[in-house]
């Protein structure tokens, strides 16, 4: 093998190595998420995450307080 040969290997092997690379950001970054539950049985005074929380039941606790 002679060094232009490999320099070629190497390049065409750095460019597919960038493409799935690029690829493998673009797929995970744009996954559907999946709908957020609660882990804490709906008791949302006692819940840390009430502010942040969009479920129905937590801005119904919210808005009574």
Known sequence: MD????IGGMAR???????????GVLVTRHQVKPVEACLDNFQCRNCLKISRCNL?????????G
């Open 3 to 6: 060094r232009r040969k490999f």
């Open 13 to 23: 092997g750095g460019i597919v190595a960038l493409l799935a690379a690029f690829t």
């Open 56 to 64: 129905p039941e937590a801005i119904k606790s919210k808005e009574h």
